[in-house]
């Protein structure tokens, strides 16, 4: 299937950092990105994956995948502890609540950090192409987290439109990617 999204880049970037939580999420926004020639660096900040073994799978399926494409991928520090810090408080919320909106902040800070020292100046998510997330939390995030750091624009791309989802779930099936049923978190596994 051919995608049809329209792409309009923060400043016309032709390279931007891609935080990816997946490589079924990240599978048709790589493909789009590079078929249109913006070059996206992978920043897979994840620390919310529980547990360890379980994060390790992901990574290394994502990993694959940007191999597959030529595409650099940056592992950022898997600190559990730190994100478990930063939700304390908010174990019970339910999905799509207030614990999803600090995690993403959480995470996307870490990638506004990386992409402000690496000289980045756009950053977008794969978070964004997820059907359970809530584009608004996911967004409302992003801006924050760009905020915080000098020299990084939000690019607030839906990453489900424009035939993406569609192509996202033929690329699950082409690359028989590992498809996890739950965000990663312990409390979302639990619901």
């Keep these: 299937m051919?995608?049809?999204?329209?792409?309009?880049?923060?400043?016309?970037?032709r390279k931007i950092l891609l935080h990816a939580c997946c490589a079924p999420c990240s599978g048709a926004i790589v493909e789009c990105?590079?078929?249109?020639?913006?070059?996206?660096v992978i920043f897979y900040s994840n620390a919310n994956i529980y547990p360890l073994e379980e994060y390790r799978h992901r990574r290394d399926e994502c990993l694959r995948y940007a191999r597959?494409?030529?595409?650099?991928m940056v592992d950022d520090v898997y600190d559990h502890q730190a994100w478990g810090t930063c939700v304390a408080g908010l174990e019970d919320?339910?999905?799509?609540?207030?614990?999803?909106l600090q995690c993403f902040r959480f995470r996307l800070l870490r990638a506004a950090q990386y992409a402000s020292a690496h000289g980045f100046g756009v950053l977008t998510t794969t978070?964004?192409?997820?059907?359970w997330k809530s584009l608004?939390?996911?967004?409302?995030?992003?801006r924050w987290a760009c905020e915080q750091v000098s020299g990084v624009a939000w690019w607030d791309q839906n990453w489900r439109k424009g035939g993406l989802q569609e192509r996202r779930n033929e690329i699950l099936k082409?690359?028989?990617?590992?498809?996890?049923?739950?965000c990663g978190c312990e409390f979302s596994h639990r619901d």
């Design 136 to 142: 608004e939390q996911v967004n409302a995030a992003g």
């Design 33 to 40: 990105l590079m078929e249109r020639g913006i070059t996206p």
């Design 2 to 13: 051919k995608t049809h999204v329209q792409l309009e880049v923060p400043g016309g970037a």
């Design 68 to 72: 597959k494409w030529g595409v650099e």
């Design 127 to 131: 978070l964004a192409s997820s059907r």
């Design 93 to 100: 919320e339910p999905e799509r609540g207030g614990r999803c």
């Design 174 to 182: 082409e690359e028989n990617f590992y498809n996890q049923l739950f």
